[in-house]
């Protein structure tokens, strides 16, 4: 599933940007499934997923999985489910130094089915228009083995200049069977706080140089 065509529902939705941004802190609201499906609005002519127990219906604590993930996961529901989040990172890039992202998240599905998940990063400007992205998943039954479970993914990078919004977008496609297996926990997206560049660095130091010869001075008056 792709989520460009809706990429105009966010110039329209930055009011859902509510939740306080800080570096090297989880962005992605609820990205655990403990909440229910809270912190997430489903997408125009879209299911939202749930919230499941994890059990014999979905995925067994003995299967693959993270072992930190609680007692919920997300799951589909119908043929297609979509639902999205935007967190306002102005406040973090308006400098314009360099921001390194960390996306990451456990996805997977059921056996040999082809349903699957999805997440989804958009990078966006001011103006809500998409300027770059990132993903993970899907998790085929390739990748998993034909096994029941979840796996763990990851992407990281740099931030485009100028993003001033995060679109979170995660998605669920029935490919067979008649429950929607596409399944999803513990997703996470974390921005690290830019390193000073060096000749800052210098200055910085220089300056605690001169704050402490000026204290100095001032004990020997």
């Known amino acids: 599933m792709k989520f460009k065509h809706c990429l ?3 110039a329209t939705t930055l009011s859902l940007a509510t939740q306080a941004a800080s570096y090297n802190q989880n962005l992605i609201n609820n990205g655990d499934a403990e909440s229910g499906a809270s912190g997430w609005t489903a997408f125009d002519g879209y299911d939202l997923f749930q919230s499941v127990n994890y059990g014999s219906n979905w995925v067994l604590p003995t299967q ?10 997300f799951t589909g529901v119908g043929a297609q489910s979509a639902g999205f989040q935007i967190i306002d990172v102005s406040s973090l890039t308006a400098t314009g130094a360099p921001v390194e992202y960390s996306l990451t998240g456990w996805l997977g599905g059921w056996q040999a089915q082809g349903d699957n998940a999805l997440l989804y990063v958009s990078f966006l400007d001011i103006t809500g228009h998409e300027i770059g ?18 796996f763990f993914r990851e992407a990281s990078g740099m931030l485009p200049v100028g993003v001033a ?12 069977g008649g429950d929607n297996d596409g399944y999803a926990d513990n997703l996470s997206f974390v921005l690290t706080s830019p390193v000073p560049e060096a000749g800052s660095l210098a200055y910085a130091l220089a300056g605690l140089g001169i704050v402490g010869l000026i204290a100095r001075q001032r004990r020997r008056a």
Request: proline letters at 9%.
């Open 8 to 10: 105009a529902l966010a």
């Open 64 to 73: 693959p999985g993270p072992a930190d993930h609680g007692s919920k996961m």
């Open 133 to 150: 992205f990132a993903a993970i998943g899907p998790v085929t039954p390739d990748d998993r083995g034909n096994q029941t479970g979840l």
């Open 165 to 176: 919004q995060l679109q979170f977008s995660l998605s669920m496609e029935r490919l067979g």
